[in-house]
Structure formats: structure tokens, C-alpha cells
């Protein structure tokens, strides 16, 4: 079991908030830093700062290397079959952009249909919207179980020859829900169609092994896994991505521009116009030699004993009603909840007072707060740094919230 001093690495968890030690629980946001994360970004700037690829002198050769060096990483935190299946992007929601308007507006047409579920969160939403209206193509939703759940016979019934592309998360940012995306992959492949992973919530607490899941696209972020904010990562299949055109146009993507025409430099730097995100790429390098040392079926433990104790604890509290599945071995490391009659902005406040950071609102997630009757939720999202005795704290806040507003009520 992970133990306590974990979280001496993290430094901005040393501190007291409203008068109390910081309890976090916001990691499903964004993760904290571990102290090599910020070492590791703070020596590139002290010493290696320099662009990449173009000049021949110390600096740059360092930054070149320090930055394909972190693509390597990456490749092999999920098992890509080459780096060059491997583009850095701003995060999740650039990444799956670039599959949209790429290879859906080369592949898609009036009729098809993009199959996604009721759970996906905005970025896994909106630029299948906009693909549809730009071509005509039909979006359809796999409805969920009553658990929050997805049935694999209702995915049957959904995807059928004319889908094109089948695009799910893997881990729900609000139910918490582990979906069978290898499963839902191979259904999509049955009728021809392109599986895409948004594995924003995946890659920080489960090991990621795209060859065994087969997909063809799989997008994740790395502020969420103890990297710096501005930098994502977009995998593709390589045959994949050289039928794919650029979507961003300018210089580094280039192999030789003439007057009135281009060509593009091979993968995956045509996907990277610009300068590119050299610090980030490197401080997500050192996050995943973070992640590996502690070891990602460890931390998957660790969280799944977190959310199982919180889910005990939190039935306790009259009137707390958490969505989502009831197994804890069926989700991930966070509980979403609401206390009868109290808004969830209101919860949050009342715990911010108490030091304990948790997140309320409709978590880009509209759609599945609709399906869940809900115009709100608050969400505990617990990651390697978290012990029973934060869920504790969070227990005793919810409990003061609700006495607090029982006595308003």
C-alpha cells in the first residue's frame, strides 16, 4: 500500500488552506507536481533552453534530445509500436480535434454515423457535433445501464456498417466507470470502423498498452498524471496517420516549401507546426518516470482501496446520494455525489472553508448530468498522494455542510 510520505513529494500539498492542512481531492481536474517534475522542468530552462530540430550548437542538440527523448517515454508508457505513433498536442481535447477534422473529414460522409456514449465528456463530444454538421454524417448515443454502466449488447445494437468512427472514454470523469474499450473496439472493427480511446483519465492511474487494445486513435493529457499543464499526446495507428493531412500548417511540419506549394515532413513532427511544446513534453518525460517508479498497478490498488473506503464512509451521511457503479472494482479512484437539498456549490464551499478541494458543477459532462437528473454534482477525486485520512476529513466536512444548511433550511 502506497504510504503517507507520497505526498512529501508533491510541495504544494505542505500547506494549510483557510486554516487547515490542504486535503486535495481535485486530481481528476488536474494532478499536483512531484518535486522531480518541477526539478526536471526547472533545469531545462537553467540550462538546455533552446529550440529543437533546427540549430546545430550545444543547446539545441541537448533540447532535441531531452524532447524525443520524452517522446520515447511516452511510447513506451503505452506500448506504441514505434515513436512515430506518437504526436504531442496541447492535451486531450487538441488531440481529438486533430482526429476529427484529419481523418473524419477525409472519411466520413453524408449518411455515416460516429457512434459516442451519454458519458463522454465535452471534448469527446463537441467535435463529433461538429464533423456531423459539416458533413451529414448521423451522431448517435449507446445509452448507459441504470448503474452508469455500458452494456456491450447495446453497443451491438448501436454501431453497424455505416459507422465510421466509435469514440469513448475509458475512464468516466464523473461516474468513475472502467469501460470494456477493448471490447468496444473490436465491435467497432467488426463493421469497419476507426475505435478512438480518450484516455484522459486512464493514463494516470491504469497501465495503458495500445496494442492490446487495438485502437486505432487514444488521447490523454499530462497535467492529469503529475505533468505539466499544455501538453497532451495524440497516438495513432501509423498507417493511420500517413493517410492523415495535417491541421496544423507553418514551420518545423515542413519538408520543403515552394511559392504555391508544400510537402510535409514524415511522422509525427508534420503534426507538430511551430515551436513545439519543448518543456512539457520534457516535464511529461519525468511524470512517467515518476508514475513508473511508483508503478502504475500499485497506484490502480492504492485508488481502488481509496474509493471503496470513501464510498463506506460516505453512506453514513443521511441524504448523500453517489452515482455511478455501486462495485468499487468496476471504477476508478472517485466518488461523485450530491447531498439532498444542499446546491453542490454550496458542499464545495463549505469543505474549501474546511481545507478540502473538491469539484462541483456539471464537470464539461451536460449531457450526462441530464441522464443523471442532475444539473450538478460534487466530485472527490483521489490519486497516489491521498490516505483514509483525507476521506476522513472529507466525511467530517460533508457533515458539517449538511448540519450547516439543515440549520438554514
Not at 490542504?22 to 517534475?37: G, I, M, N
Not at 484522459?200 to 486505432?216: G, I, M, N
Not at 492523415?244 to 515552394?258: K, R, T
Not at 448530468?369 to 460533508?398: C, H, P, Q
Request: charged content about 25%; some cysteine.
Amino acid at each position: 500500500m502506497l504510504t503517507s510520505d507520497i505526498k512529501s513529494r508533491f510541495p504544494i500539498l505542505n500547506q494549510e488552506v483557510n486554516g487547515h492542512p490542504l486535503v486535495y481531492l481535485d486530481s481528476a481536474a488536474t494532478s499536483q507536481k512531484p518535486d522531480t517534475v518541477i526539478e526536471t522542468i526547472s533545469r531545462y530552462y537553467e540550462h538546455d533552453n533552446s529550440n529543437v530540430h533546427r540549430g546545430v550548437h550545444t543547446l539545441g542538440n541537448r533540447a532535441t534530445d531531452e524532447y524525443e527523448g520524452a517522446r520515447q517515454k511516452v511510447a513506451d508508457f503505452i506500448h506504441a509500436a514505434s515513436v512515430q505513433e506518437v504526436v504531442f498536442s496541447r492535451g486531450t481535447t487538441t488531440s481529438i480535434n486533430m482526429v476529427a477534422q484529419s481523418y473524419g473529414r477525409a472519411n466520413v460522409s453524408e449518411g455515416d454515423e460516429i457512434v459516442i456514449t451519454y458519458m463522454e465528456h465535452h471534448s469527446n463530444i463537441i467535435p463529433w457535433q461538429q464533423l456531423a454538421n459539416a458533413t451529414g454524417a448521423v451522431l448517435k448515443y449507446i445509452d448507459l445501464e441504470e448503474d452508469g454502466t455500458l452494456s456491450l449488447d447495446k453497443v451491438r445494437e448501436t454501431v453497424t456498417d455505416k459507422t465510421k468512427i466509435v469514440s469513448v472514454m475509458y475512464v468516466s470523469n464523473v461516474l468513475g466507470t472502467m469501460n470494456p474499450v477493448k471490447e468496444i473496439g473490436a465491435i467497432a472493427h467488426e463493421h469497419g470502423a476507426v475505435m478512438v480511446v480518450d484516455a484522459a483519465q486512464a493514463a494516470p492511474h491504469v497501465k495503458v498498452d495500445v496494442q492490446d487494445l487495438d485502437c486505432d486513435f487514444l488521447a490523454f493529457s499530462g497535467h492529469k498524471m503529475c505533468g505539466p499543464t499544455g501538453i497532451g499526446v495524440l497516438y495513432g495507428k501509423k498507417e493511420l496517420l500517413e493517410g492523415m493531412e495535417p491541421v496544423e500548417f507553418g514551420g518545423e511540419m515542413i519538408d520543403f516549401v515552394n511559392l504555391y506549394d508544400s510537402t510535409w515532413k514524415e511522422l509525427p513532427w508534420k503534426f507538430e507546426g511551430g515551436t513545439p511544446i519543448i518543456a512539457g513534453a520534457i516535464g511529461l518525460g519525468a511524470a512517467i518516470d515518476f508514475l513508473q517508479e511508483i508503478g502504475l498497478d500499485e497506484i490502480e490498488r492504492h485508488e481502488h482501496r481509496l474509493a471503496a473506503y470513501a464510498m463506506d464512509r460516505m453512506k453514513e451521511i443521511e441524504g448523500l446520494t453517489i452515482y455511478g457503479p455501486a462495485d468499487p472494482a468496476r471504477r476508478a479512484g472517485l466518488v461523485t455525489f450530491n447531498l439532498d437539498e444542499v446546491h453542490p456549490h454550496d458542499v464545495a464551499t463549505v469543505l474549501d472553508m474546511n481545507g478540502i478541494a473538491v469539484r462541483a458543477g456539471h464537470h464539461c459532462a451536460q449531457p450526462l448530468m441530464k441522464w443523471l437528473g442532475a444539473t450538478a454534482t460534487a466530485r472527490a477525486s483521489f490519486y497516489l498522494y491521498n490516505t483514509e485520512e483525507d476521506i476522513d476529513r472529507l466525511v467530517d466536512g460533508l457533515r458539517t455542510a449538511k448540519e450547516y444548511f439543515s440549520d438554514v433550511i
